[in-house]
């Protein structure tokens, strides 16, 4: 896409979303997920996730086959899926050793499984959206395309069925087969609503619907697809009006938002690269101050994950490695 013809409140909205999730991950690593700050963070962007598949399906172009696009898709999420699960491997090594796993096992076949049933492992948690995005992509032209709205509601409904499903303690696996439903029901919803979430009525429905997911919350793991808090059903609502309220401010702004409209463009850089720097930063902050509480751990972790990706970002996007990356 040019650059001028680029929409740039999507990257805005972009930016915004990667930032919530690093400071999400930031949080989880800082035990701070019970944090009353954080409890809000998840109601206001309970959407983040979804967001990208709404996003995604925003560019569906009707009239292509799964094969064209499997020919399309697969090198552009393979490079950067391969490219960093390697370095995450490396990084990852390191971690297990630093707690003194010498378990052979644990280095080659334990990542293997894990990522057959889960789509990505320890050293590369976040891949997993490759897998799903790809299997979403694939798909598309017939649930999009030949189904049309109906296919993708039904998308929802299967997804919303299958969070309900354990067997014992372990939740539905290949994770990725299960994630897909939901992912292909926004991608879906993006298409058919890719003009019409900025009409008047909808941003107005939008806002009263995500006023109220405050009064009563609920968040799903998108990437099991299992129910975390409130009812199913309610998770989709929640987080198709609060797409189309971030994407409706961010269009309202009628320009590019420093640092956020950046760091949307190159938003795979900075959703791939910041996990196994976080991994690093855990290690070596847990080995320095063992007994640093969990609020400053969380803001010091926060900052020098920014500052690294900050400072990884310019030579990842050389002519060279650029390619090689995917990015």
């Not at 378990?103 to 492992?121: N, P, Q, R, W």
């Not at 709205?149 to 998308?155: F, Q």
């Not at 354990?166 to 696996?173: A, V």
């Not at 930063?281 to 320095?288: A, D, K, T």
Request: positive net charge; contains cysteine.
């Amino acid at each position: 896409m040019n650059s001028k013809d680029r929409d740039c409140s999507l990257d805005t909205v972009g930016g915004v979303m990667i930032l919530y999730m690093i400071f999400m991950h930031c949080c989880q690593f800082a035990e701070m997920m019970d944090w009353e700050v954080m409890k809000h963070l998840q109601t206001i962007f309970v959407g983040f996730m979804a967001w990208f598949f709404f996003k995604s399906g925003m560019f569906h172009h009707e009239g292509q086959g799964a094969q064209s696009i499997m020919k399309r898709m697969l090198p552009k999420l393979l490079r950067p899926y391969v490219a960093f699960s390697v370095v995450g491997y490396f990084v990852y090594c390191v971690v297990l050793w630093s707690r003194g796993d010498r378990d052979f096992i644990h280095y080659t076949l334990s990542i293997a499984k894990s990522i057959v049933l889960t789509g990505s492992y320890g050293g590369a948690l976040p891949l997993w959206f490759l897998v799903t995005l790809f299997l979403v992509k694939t798909f598309s032209p017939v649930i999009v395309g030949k189904c049309k709205l109906g296919g993708v509601i039904a998308c929802g409904l299967i997804g919303c069925c299958c969070s309900y499903v354990e067997i014992g303690q372990l939740k539905l696996q290949p994770y990725y087969f299960f994630s897909f439903f939901p992912a292909m029901f926004f991608y879906g919803l993006g298409h058919f609503l890719k003009v019409k979430q900025y009409g008047k009525l909808a941003f107005v429905l939008s806002v009263a619907v995500f006023v109220a997911s405050f009064a009563y919350p609920s968040t799903v793991d998108f990437r099991v697809n299992h129910l975390s808090v409130g009812a199913y059903p309610l998770f989709l609502i929640y987080s198709l009006a609060a797409i189309v309220v971030f994407n409706n401010a961010a269009k309202s702004l009628g320009q590019s938002l420093w640092p956020l409209t950046q760091i949307g463009r190159q938003s795979m850089f900075w959703y791939c690269a910041h996990w196994p720097l976080l991994l690093l930063i855990n290690l070596l902050f847990r080995n320095m101050f063992p007994s640093l509480p969990g609020l400053p751990l969380l803001v010091g972790t926060f900052a020098a994950l920014l500052i690294l990706l900050v400072i990884l970002r310019p030579l990842a996007y050389t002519s060279r490695t650029k390619n090689l990356l995917g990015l």
